[in-house]
């Protein structure tokens, strides 16, 4: 029965990277290997292995840093807790899609323990006799998790933030609703502020330069529905739209002024949103199409000014000022 289970590939998520697969295809191929020899300590080791290989593959490709001598249940608890948020966060605790799952990884857990008694990885003074439970119980508690996971990964990545920052920044194409569709598989509400932030930026940064897909899926479906998308998120997305990844004033005239008025209308502390773009404006130097472009870009913040919350206004207004004094090289 073992056998024929470990004939039984394992799904590759789409996306996942070639040496990344083959960490997990070596970690199968050895407990396969070891069941048809039946190497009993060695099933039990690998089985052990195979665990901690898909979750350490699921950490990194989903952009966590993870230190290799993390110990065993707390690398497998965090690979769980990226892999359960695609089940989704508005389902309770206790509810079996949750619960299944939680008891999958509460065996795979116990792998470490019965790989201290039974597997290989220790030098032994007495050997223990490594039962068909023992084997069943492994093997068993290893498969159900490691399938779990891996059939999921594929939305885990969709999800991943350091890759969709990668595309976003990098010129990858966006269809319509693709964006949309990683960001909600991303749930931006649940990452900590900084990832909010960094996506924000990198959404902004999109649209200044001129991916009018990422501008609807991205940034106006954030105005439309604010509730649903955190403020340093939209913080992000403002400073985005005015500065490019190489720290240089770059806009979009006919998106960047009209979308930061969007984004701060219902924003807490628009005037600070504000005056910390200001602050970086004023130590950047210009891209060359901000350059060629700034009367164009400067006209358009002007007419989003009547758009901008009250509170924010007079920022607004002290950064059109000072970017007219620099026009039109954005020298000082």
């Known amino acids: 029965m073992i056998k024929n289970l470990l004939q039984e590939p394992l799904p590759r998520a789409q996306g996942i990277q070639d040496d990344q697969w083959e960490a997990v295809s070596d970690a199968y191929g050895r407990l396969s290997a070891a069941a048809s020899a039946n190497d009993r300590p060695l099933i039990v080791g690998s089985a052990k292995e195979l665990v901690e290989s898909v979750a350490r593959v699921t950490l990194v490709s989903y952009g966590r840093v993870v230190a290799d001598g993390d110990e065993y249940t707390k690398v497998l608890g965090a690979a769980h807790k990226v892999i359960e948020h695609v089940i989704g ?33 220790h030098g032994r003074a007495i050997v223990h006799d490594v039962t068909d439970e023992v084997v069943d119980a492994s093997v068993h508690a290893a498969l159900l998790w490691v399938r779990w996971a891996m059939a999921r990964l594929e939305s ?12 976003l920044q990098s ?37 200044a330069n001129e991916t009018f897909t990422v501008r609807i899926d991205g940034i106006r479906a954030c105005a439309l529905h604010p509730e649903r998308w955190p403020e340093p998120y939209r913080e992000g997305v403002v400073q985005g739209l005015f ?32 005056t910390e773009l200001s602050s970086v404006l004023a130590a950047a130097s210009w891209s060359l199409p901000f350059q060629q472009n700034h009367a164009e870009i400067i006209d358009a913040m002007k007419t989003a000014t009547a758009k901008m919350p009250s509170q924010a206004a007079g920022c607004w207004s002290n950064i059109i000022m000072d970017l007219e004094a620099r026009a039109p090289y954005g020298d000082r």
């Open 89 to 121: 966060p508005t389902l309770p605790g206790n509810h079996p899609l949750r619960q299944i799952p939680e008891y999958a990884k509460k065996m795979a857990a116990q792998l470490r323990e019965l790989r201290n008694a039974y597997g290989t990885g």
């Open 243 to 274: 500065i490019n990844v190489d720290g240089q004033a770059h806009a979009y005239a006919p998106a960047s002024a009209d979308c930061a008025a969007e984004m701060l209308q219902h924003h807490s502390a628009p005037d600070r949103v504000l």
């Open 171 to 207: 010129g990858s194409v966006f269809y319509s609703g693709d964006l949309a569709a990683r960001l909600e598989a991303t749930n931006v509400p649940g990452l900590d502020r900084p990832e909010q932030h960094r996506l924000g930026v990198a959404v902004g940064q999109r649209t």
């Open 156 to 167: 885990v990545l969709l999800g991943a933030v350091a890759p969709l920052v990668n595309d």
